[in-house]
């Protein structure tokens, strides 16, 4: 595609309940990126992705929090057990290289916005 | 801890006139800097950047400053434009794995016809 696409972009689930989000990057990008932004907050990086691996997974909040990727292509964040405090939208974004092919610039899907009752 | 910082939640500026946005950071590790510009319901996109070695880079319309000494970095916006109207996101980067983002906390531009 010609953007990055998340689905599904919006997700309300029971405290509890386990969700998958999906990022679709953009075609030929190796490094995939997972953000999330609370309410009137920042930007908080997850994970990231160099082809299918994820070398640093200290970001997760928590061992409830999984990612993966196959095929240099989708990835999926999983949620198990989710709580309130996981309501928050969350943001893939891809690039061609670890930083962006120079500039930093990573290219940024409009995000799946979970709420968590 | 907050590496980065943007202290003003909102900021509202006449069209015409220039839009600063501020942004301060703590990590003295930080090396590159990028502002992002995000709209309701749409990701963020990629605006201007600057790396350590400079002190301004400049695209157009907008004008990024930074000041090592004082951590602080800033976004210039003349003229401004109804359409800038959004939220801005400081980012910062270090060198590492991943070069992964820290960001701060945005600030709601409104800029007024």
């Known amino acids: 595609g010609a953007g990055v696409s998340q689905s599904p972009s919006n997700k309300v689930t029971e405290k509890g309940k386990d969700v998958e989000l999906r990022c679709d990057p953009i075609?030929?990008?190796?490094?995939l990126y997972w953000y999330r932004q609370r309410l009137g907050q920042g930007l908080e990086f997850l994970i990231y992705f160099q082809g299918n691996s994820a070398p640093d997974k200290s970001g997760l909040p928590s061992d409830r929090f999984s990612a993966e990727r196959t095929g240099e292509s989708v990835s999926t964040l999983t949620i198990q057990r989710t709580q309130q405090e996981d309501s928050a939208v969350y943001l893939c974004?891809?690039?061609?290289?670890?930083f962006g092919a120079g500039t930093g610039e990573l290219f940024f899907g409009e995000g799946s916005r979970l709420t968590v009752l | 801890d907050q590496q980065v910082k943007q202290n003003s939640p909102s900021l509202s500026v006449q069209e015409g006139r220039i839009s600063i946005l501020n942004c301060d950071y703590t990590?003295?590790?930080?090396?590159?800097f990028l502002w992002y510009k995000k709209y309701p319901a749409e990701g963020p996109t990629f605006l201007i950047s600057?790396?350590?070695?400079?002190d301004k880079n400049e695209d157009g319309r907008f004008t990024v400053f930074l000041n090592k000494s004082a951590k602080h970095l800033s976004l210039h916006i003349v003229p401004s434009q109804p359409g800038d109207s959004a939220v801005y996101f400081c980012?910062?980067?270090?060198?590492?794995?991943?070069?992964?983002?820290?960001f701060g906390s945005g600030t709601q531009l409104t800029v007024l016809p």
């Open positions: 990590n003295s590790m930080f090396d590159y």
């Open positions: 974004a891809s690039s061609l290289s670890l």
């Open positions: 600057i790396s350590s070695i400079k």
């Open positions: 075609s030929g990008h190796t490094a």
């Open positions: 980012a910062a980067s270090r060198p590492g794995s991943a070069r992964q983002l820290t």
